[in-house]
């Protein structure tokens, strides 16, 4: 199981996001754009800010799923989190 | 400080007032000062207004200072709209004057009103909880609107939402409902007895006429009110009535499509939409039938507690 | 004049808002707007201590442009960063002027100051540089025409206004403070070479205090309109008073503005900025700069120019107009067009353009007067 190589930090207080079961939206402060998120990324944001808005993959996926995560599971949050920060709304950093 | 009611004063006087050192109106939240010596103008305002206070002295603070003036533009009679020396739109005809006047105003609340989050969207209250109906142009709103309001709903206004952003409360604004085209029909069949305003005809919205707002809606405009719904409406000629739940995080990227200054507030504007979609009934609403339309709202109201 | 007496002694005197009636109110509210100066009302109200006391109705516009502005330095925050990433190769200093510069270094003159656009300065053999960087950051230059090109080239002291295609900024890029064809050439090497850093990690730099004060009432005394004339003044007398108190600074403007050639704008902006604010400066130092070379006009000429100047420093309000407000409002457009080309360089210029009837859109978008009056991307006032 390959450890996450990657930080991933939330770009606060840049970015405010809102979060409901159908769905999660991201405000950029910058030019006032809204971004429409699915579900899952609401969850893994809202976890991630849970963890004082930096967390490395491991941590990141042990804290969504509530237990030991697969590698799959952290190959799916890399993926979303480089998604995220193509938005600007993470940054990611080497460890 | 003398206030007299629109209703109490003769039109010849109102008119002559109007034309000379013009006229302070409360239009809650605001007052407005007009000058005009057009008489479709004096008319409009005489009818519209009637449930409204007027006085001529100089004394206090008036939000905003607006003349409706006539031209003549290559032996055209025509009208133009200034606001404090400022003048947004080009000229109209003059028998437009009362349109524009209500345009001018509408552009002067929506041009100065950033102290709240301002949405373009009907709102009306019922038990202590306000309906929010955002809708574009040509949706049925207006109908909608004003027969929520003969039914015993309380108007707060029939385009602008304007949300308080410390405390997530609507402030009324109730301005007469501006309806356009089949709807002026519509409605005239069913309130005989609700006052409409000067019809101006073939303006670049078509036909154009104004509804009174009602006695009960005006006493209260000072009353601030919960949101409880925000319902997006839509009318569609011969389809069953329907109502459904909305998603919130898509209700809140329509939401924002008639948040005309959200960037103004940055980031809590964001809070307090998405605030609202979360504390609120979110539905989408079609209708083809005002009567099916009313009695749906009667039942939103009648439940207890947020949907 | 009398109407204005309340808005102007607002303006010197915030806690003086506190006990103002609403009629008071009607008529600084008005006059605010009209001048562009109501969130400066606000945040001085703030800072007075007295918002608590102001009526619901005028507070209420006072909290909405304060709104406004508040919103536009965050923009404003993002926007000096990114053009800091994108100069950051240059070479050579980047100097931010005027709103933009006051507002990022917290002075008192950025307190309730909105501006539209971002202005810089560059060396002037760096400038092609700056505007390639620029472009490969996603600015687009907005002049379309050959002639505007080479009207800003050539003669001006700036690029054509820049916008970002994504978020629709504007930045204007000068190399000079004044154009090339005017008749003073303050030196741009000496401002650059005077200019201070900002602590924001942006690389940014601001001019040094003399210079910022020299700047902006350079471009007030050579604006052509002045819609904007009494927040420009608002400006220097906020600048006057950041650093007034601070020992030998008088003596400093007074020798800078001879170092740069500026001896005459500053006389006329002092004087206007101490007759129309009341500004506080020595009795000597308008006596110093008077003695300058070039500073004080003729008689005739001073008593003329007094007369235009009070009329297109009050707040641009049709209520405060007399008999003599349009024509000192022509006669300064010409002036200042004047100033900025003289007549030799301005028969030239109308012998291409005019005499063939062609009306150019300036950057505003509004089609220029008159030929003679030709001037693309009238800098706007920041």
Not at chain 2, 73 to 82: G, I, K, S, T, Y
């Amino acid at each position: 199981m390959a450890e996450s190589g990657v930080t991933y930090t939330l770009n606060q207080p840049r970015f405010a996001f809102r979060h409901w079961d159908d769905g999660c939206v991201a405000h950029d402060e910058a030019d006032g754009s809204l971004y429409e998120l699915t579900p899952a990324a609401g969850l893994v944001l809202t976890e991630l800010q849970a963890m004082g808005g930096q967390a490395d993959g491991m941590a990141l996926a042990s804290k969504v799923l509530q237990a030991q995560p697969e590698h799959d599971d952290i190959q799916l949050i890399q993926e979303l989190m480089v998604q995220l920060g193509e938005l600007g709304i993470v940054r990611l950093e080497p460890a | 400080m003398k206030r007299r009611l629109i209703a109490d004063t003769p039109l010849h006087t109102l008119q002559a007032q109007l034309a000379s050192a013009g006229v302070f109106v409360a239009m809650p939240p605001f007052v407005v000062h007009i000058r005009s010596g057009i008489a479709v103008v004096a008319e409009g305002l005489h009818r519209m207004y009637a449930g409204q206070h007027w006085w001529a002295e100089e004394g206090e603070f008036a939000d905003f200072r607006v003349e409706v003036r006539a031209r003549r533009r290559w032996l055209r009679p025509m009208c133009e709209f200034q606001a404090d020396g400022l003048q947004p739109f080009t000229p109209l005809a003059l028998g437009e004057a009362f349109a524009m006047l209500e345009w001018g105003l509408n552009w002067c609340i929506t041009g100065y009103c950033h102290h709240w989050l301002a949405l373009h969207a009907a709102v009306l209250e019922r038990g202590g909880r306000a309906v929010i109906l955002p809708a574009p142009p040509g949706s049925g709103k207006s109908t909608l609107c004003a027969s929520l309001m003969a039914h015993g709903w309380r108007l707060l206004s029939d385009e602008l939402a304007l949300i308080d952003p410390s405390t997530g409360l609507l402030t009324p604004c109730p301005r007469p409902i501006s309806l356009k085209n089949a709807s002026i029909d519509i409605l005239r069949q069913r309130l005989p007895h609700v006052p409409m305003g000067p019809v101006a005809h073939d303006t670049l919205k078509g036909t154009v006429c104004h509804l009174q707002v009602n006695a009960d809606s005006l006493a209260r405009a000072a009353e601030p009110a919960m949101p409880g719904w925000v319902i997006f409406p839509r009318y569609q000629s011969g389809a069953p009535l329907s109502l459904q739940p909305r998603g919130k995080a898509e209700a809140l990227l329509e939401l924002q499509r008639n948040a005309f200054n959200r960037h103004v507030h940055g980031h809590r504007g964001f809070e307090v939409l998405a605030d609202l979609v979360t504390r609120t009934g979110v539905y989408d609403f079609t209708y083809s039938q005002i009567d099916e339309a009313l009695a749906c709202f009667d039942a939103l109201a009648a439940e207890q507690g947020a949907a | 004049m009398n109407l204005a007496h309340d808005f102007l002694a607002a303006l010197r005197t915030p806690s003086l808002m506190g006990q103002f009636t609403p009629r008071q109110w009607d008529t600084v509210i008005r006059l605010a707007r009209a001048s562009d100066l109501t969130a400066r009302l606000a945040v001085l109200a703030r800072q007075a201590d007295v918002w608590a006391h102001i009526p619901e109705g005028p507070r209420r516009h006072l909290r909405a442009a304060e709104l406004m502005c508040e919103r536009q330095h965050v923009e404003l925050g993002y926007e000096v960063k990114e053009i800091g990433l994108a100069l950051s190769s240059l070479g050579g200093p980047v100097v931010l002027l005027k709103g933009a510069a006051y507002v990022r270094a917290g002075l008192a003159a950025g307190w309730g100051r909105a501006s539209s656009d971002v202005d810089i300065l560059v060396p002037r053999e760096l400038l092609q540089d700056a505007e390639s960087l620029l472009l490969l950051k996603g600015w687009t230059s907005s002049s379309k025409s050959a002639y505007d090109q080479r009207y800003y080239r050539e003669w001006m002291h700036e690029l054509p206004p820049m916008t970002h295609m994504k978020r629709g900024t504007v930045l204007d890029v000068h190399h000079a403070i004044l154009p090339l064809t005017a008749r003073l050439h303050p030196s741009s090497a000496q401002l650059l070479a005077a200019a201070l850093p900002f602590d924001d990690g942006t690389g940014l730099l601001h001019l040094q205090p003399v210079d910022m004060v020299l700047h902006s009432a350079t471009h007030l005394v050579h604006e052509g309109e002045f819609e904007q004339g009494l927040r420009g003044l608002v400006d220097l007398d906020s600048l006057l008073g950041e650093w007034s108190a601070q020992p030998g600074f008088w003596a400093e403007l007074v020798a800078r503005a001879d170092a740069l050639g500026l001896a005459r704008p500053l006389f006329h902006a002092l004087r206007q900025v101490h007759r129309h604010l009341g500004t506080h400066m020595p009795e000597e130092v308008l006596a110093d700069v008077a003695a300058l070379p070039g500073a004080r006009p003729g008689r005739w000429a001073l008593w003329w120019m007094d007369a235009m100047w009070a009329r297109v420093l009050r707040a641009h309000h049709p209520m405060l107009n007399d008999r003599w407000t349009g024509v000192a409002r022509e006669f300064m457009y010409l002036r200042g067009h004047w100033l900025r080309m003289p007549p030799g360089l301005l028969l030239r210029h109308l012998a291409r353009k005019g005499w063939l009837g062609l009306t150019r859109p300036d950057a505003s978008g509004e089609a220029s007067k008159d030929s003679a009056a030709d001037q693309p991307g009238q800098h706007t006032q920041t």
